[in-house]
C-alpha cells in the first residue's frame, strides 16, 4: 500500500515562507492525484491545493497566488511551496493522495499522511 510522511513544517513570522515536502512510499506505482489539506485548530479539514498526475493544479481560493503545489513524479514526492504566509493559515498541513488499495479491493483509495504542523505568529 502506500505511506505518505509530511516534512518542512514549522513556525514562521507573517509575511514568511515555508516549503511543505510529502514522500510517498509503497505501492506509488498506483497512486493518481496528490493534494495538501489544513485542518486549522477546532475547525474542518479543508482542502488546499490539489495536482494530478499530469501536473495540472487546482488551488483553494484562500491561498491562490501564494502557495505552489508541485509533484516529482520520479521521486513520488509532492510539494507545497506557501509564500505570503497569514495567521489563517495556521494549521496542521495534510499530505493526501488518491491511488489503489488492494487489500481492500479498491481502485479510488485516500491516503492520508501524519501531518505537519505550520503555525504563523509574530
Known amino acids: 500500500q502506500v505511506q505518505l510522511v509530511e516534512s518542512g513544517g514549522g513556525l514562521v513570522q507573517p509575511g514568511g515562507s515555508l516549503r511543505l515536502s510529502c514522500a510517498a512510499s509503497?505501492?506509488?506505482?498506483?497512486?493518481?492525484?496528490m493534494g495538501w489539506y489544513r485542518q486549522p485548530p477546532g475547525k474542518q479539514r479543508e482542502l488546499v491545493a490539489r495536482?494530478?498526475?499530469?501536473?495540472?493544479?487546482n488551488y483553494a481560493d484562500s491561498v491562490k497566488g501564494r502557495f505552489t503545489i508541485s509533484r516529482d513524479n520520479a521521486r513520488n514526492t509532492v510539494y507545497l511551496q506557501m509564500n505570503g504566509l497569514k495567521a489563517e493559515d495556521t494549521a496542521v498541513y495534510y499530505c493526501?493522495?488518491?491511488?489503489?488499495?488492494?487489500?481492500?479491493?479498491?481502485?479510488?483509495?485516500?491516503?492520508w499522511g501524519q501531518g505537519t504542523q505550520v503555525t504563523v505568529s509574530s
Open positions: 493526501q493522495a488518491q491511488g489503489i488499495n488492494s487489500w481492500l479491493g479498491s481502485y479510488d483509495y485516500q491516503y
Open positions: 509503497g505501492s506509488t506505482y498506483g497512486i493518481s492525484a
Open positions: 495536482i494530478t498526475s499530469g501536473g495540472s493544479p
